[in-house]
């Protein structure tokens, strides 16, 4: 499973983007898939979750009400809507993907994409 991140970007305090996370390769063994980020200086969090089906959604306190996820099955891409973004969401955006496959869980990571906020 490959996965690249899109979408990245420098936006003013207030602004919106949307991320991509495009899935290649054995997609159909993905199950969760997840949106993380990593500031500098800071230890990587979780920002969303999403179902295989894309019926169940976890969001970390600081982004609900303003991130929402979201996945397309037919297209392979999950989407992770920012809106009202704050300089505090600065960071390295990057999915990840849960994989069943051979009797076990595997994670795979995309390569992360640059979100600057600016205030």
């Known amino acids: 499973v490959q996965l690249v991140e899109s979408g990245g970007g420098l936006v003013q305090a207030g602004g919106s983007l949307r991320l991509s996370c495009a899935a290649s390769?054995?997609?159909?063994?993905?199950?969760?898939v997840g949106w993380y980020r990593q500031a500098p200086g800071k230890q990587r969090e979780l920002v969303a979750t999403i179902s295989n089906s894309g019926g169940s959604t976890n969001y970390a306190n600081s982004v609900k009400g303003r991130f929402t996820i979201s996945r397309d099955k037919v297209k392979n891409t999950v989407y992770l809507q920012m809106r009202s973004l704050k300089s505090e969401d600065t960071a390295v955006y990057s999915c990840?993907?849960?994989?069943w496959g051979w009797g076990k869980w595997t994670d795979y990571w995309g390569q992360g994409t640059q979100v600057t906020v600016s205030s």
């Open positions: 990840n993907a849960r994989v």
């Open positions: 390769g054995d997609t159909i063994r993905i199950d969760a």
